[in-house]
């Protein structure tokens, strides 16, 4: 399906999901190379960039954070960009909410600000581009609203329960550097290869704002991945505290009751002429005894700072 959007002479054409008739009809159409209609038809596993005298070919793959269940995760969604002269043509086959969105706002007529300018195909692809990082810019802080959530359930007493929700929150930033890393490598290329013969000499401060911008995105995946590892050490430390006071507790609960069963078991043994058990007030003599040994354990505990 092909959805149509003109303005100011520029024409955006957003592909999703599309037939062979409608690629042909494109390459046909801007008079594409072949290859690319073939770039078109499949998703490739990784982001790339192709120039050609008359257009360029970009291939992004786009981090997108979507809820599974209770959790959230990475999922990476690929769009190839073909930037014409006076052409812009997006091609999808996922839904991706910043393409949704700029396409309102560019038949509105919103994108820009009274001072900003619009003449050809490139810079609409910059502000489309600036769009879909200020959605990933949205989903890294959301991620960091995640972080400092947790933070306050482990110093709350919930460390246990944080062990899932890091494990979590670590795969979102894993797979989303994993699926963003490449961006930096098309916008150096593109900034190497410039672009000044197609739209001229000062776009070259449009791509480098646009690797300024990715710049951005990836401190902030860097900062959250060093606040990611602090607050897991720090969780680890406060369940491994936490487990060896248990242990702690249970070894000298053991170390305390074992003296007394002893005590109880020797005296329940069926032998005759066992001591005080036969006297009339055996039974509170051998409590007596055991109450003196919990004395003199409790006392050796309290001695040594045990509890």
Known sequence: MIHTH????????????????????????????????????????NAKIDFYKEYIVIVLKLPVRTRSGKNYEIKDREVDFII?????ITCRYDTIEQLEYFSKVFEANTILNKNEKIEHAGHL??????RIYSGMREDLENIRDSLITAESKIFNGEERKMVEAISNISRELIDFKQTARVHREIWEQMLEHGATELFGSDYSSYIGDIHDEFSRINDLIVNARELLADLRETNDSLVDTKQNETIRILTLVAFFFSP??????????????????????????????????????????KKHKWI
């Open 125 to 130: 692809f910059y502000y489309m581009v600036s």
């Open 260 to 301: 007394l069963t002893f005590i109880a078991a020797v005296f329940t043994i069926p032998a005759a002429k066992v001591p005080i058990i036969h006297s009339s007030s055996g039974w509170l003599m051998i409590l007596f005894i055991m109450l003196a040994f919990a004395g003199a354990i409790w006392y050796f505990f």
């Open 84 to 88: 014409g002269k006076n052409f812009l």
């Open 6 to 45: 003109a303005n100011k002479g520029l024409v955006w054409l957003d592909v999703e999901s599309p037939q062979e008739e409608e690629i042909a009809g494109l390459i046909k159409r801007y008079g594409l190379h072949p290859l690319v209609g073939e770039e078109l038809k499949t998703s490739t596993s």
